[in-house]
């Protein structure tokens, strides 16, 4: 069995294409070849080229065929219609950002997404409400046009080895330059659906198992339990045993955090797992506590340039400073509110009545 994997140096990549190996299949691997990764083992077939234009995917597949074909980078789209004919079963990779109200809570009354957010809730339909999300649920429409069989997977933020965003870096350099705290927007408190690397590559092979379960499906996927990012803060601080202070910081101010919190509101943003789990199986292999863990131990020893590509995409200035004057205005506003006196019972008792002897109407607290 011959599959193709287009992509395959990414965060899940290495993992989908040994996996592959592992069931048997003559894995070829189609990327622009601008970096290899040791993970991918030299059996291994490279075709270099531009997976984005369709002349260009045209140019370097040829007349191929494949039996199965994970499509996990390029303009999926083009890639879809290049291989109409020429393989057997076809599994593509979006993301969840597709969903209306995704990038735009505001959008939706009430505001943000519904609590877990289904498959079949809403996408966005046209470019004039949102270019970005259009064209990744134009695409999940256009391969299943194409390849009716196929399945498709809306991923979530990825963590793990090879991420182009690594936010985990932005709390892994602060331990490492030995900060004092770290502040995290609206208590840190924002629950969003992510995936450790290897949870999404197993995904997406159960749907290679599994052809008949998945096919024509769109599945959502990430980790089954979902962390806070205060809760995420707190994993990788105790995986490089590191003690500071976590300050909460209300989101419209907390400027230092955006980075990290990879949102601008604190919307959540939670993914229903209920079909994936159901119709194919699945189920984490690592928790997000083992998987953050994993990504700790990557990083350290792959550490990113300070000021290099990685930290300029993740927009995260480290200005220390700044964040430490931030961290002084919050604390003496907080000594100015918590002086703002209110006549208001903050003992919150039980509301039921406790009477404490038989036939009495009312408690000690008049209930």
């Known amino acids: 069995m011959k599959a193709l994997v287009v992509g395959g140096t990414g965060p899940t990549g290495p993992y989908i294409v040994n996996g592959l190996l592992q069931r048997g299949y003559q894995v070829t691997i189609f990327h622009r070849g601008t970096h290899e990764i040791p993970e991918i083992p030299p059996e291994v077939e490279h075709i270099h080229g531009d997976p984005h234009f369709r002349e260009t995917i045209d140019e370097a597949l040829g007349n191929r065929t494949f039996d199965l074909a994970v499509v996990t980078y390029g303009r999926i789209r083009f890639v879809a219609e290049a291989l109409v004919g020429k393989m ?25 997404l ?8 809403p996408v966005v339909e046209s470019e004039e409400e949102l270019r970005f999300s259009y064209l990744i649920a134009s695409t999940e429409q256009e391969v299943l046009k194409c390849h009716p069989t196929a399945a498709y997977f809306r991923y979530p933020y990825v963590y793990g080895p090879y991420q ?10 602060r331990i490492l330059d030995k900060r004092p705290h770290i502040i995290v927007p609206d208590g840190g408190l924002t629950l969003s659906t992510h995936g450790y690397a290897e949870n999404l590559a197993h995904a997406v092979l159960l749907s290679a198992d599994k052809p008949k379960e998945s096919a024509g499906q ?14 995420v803060v707190e994993v990788i ?10 300050v909460e910081i209300p989101n419209a101010v907390a400027t230092p955090a955006k980075p990290m919190a990879l949102q601008d509101s604190s919307h959540h943003r939670l993914m229903d797992l209920a079909k994936i789990k159901n119709e194919i199986g699945y189920k984490d292999l690592y928790t997000p506590e083992q998987g953050l863990e994993k990504t700790v131990q990557w990083y350290l020893k792959n550490q990113p340039e300070h ?18 004057r931030l961290i002084a205005v919050y604390k003496e506003c907080l000594e100015k509110l918590a002086a703002v006196p209110f006549n208001i019972d903050t003992s919150r008792p039980h509301p039921y009545a406790h009477p404490k002897a038989p036939g009495q109407q009312r408690d000690h607290r008049e209930r």
């Open 307 to 324: 000021g290099g590509e990685i930290e300029k995409r993740l927009q995260d200035p480290f200005d220390y400073a700044g964040e430490d």
């Open 114 to 121: 519904p609590n877990p957010t289904p498959e079949d809730f």
């Open 237 to 246: 601080a105790r995986a490089m045993n590191h003690q500071w202070e976590i």
């Open 164 to 173: 182009l965003i690594p936010r985990e870096w932005c709390i892994m350099r």
């Open 218 to 231: 769109i599945y959502n996927c990430g980790d089954e339990q979902t962390l806070t990012l205060r809760q």
């Open 88 to 112: 057997g079963r076809f599994i593509g990779v979006g993301g969840v950002a597709a969903y209306r109200g995704f990038m735009q809570p505001h959008v939706l009354s009430p505001s943000g």
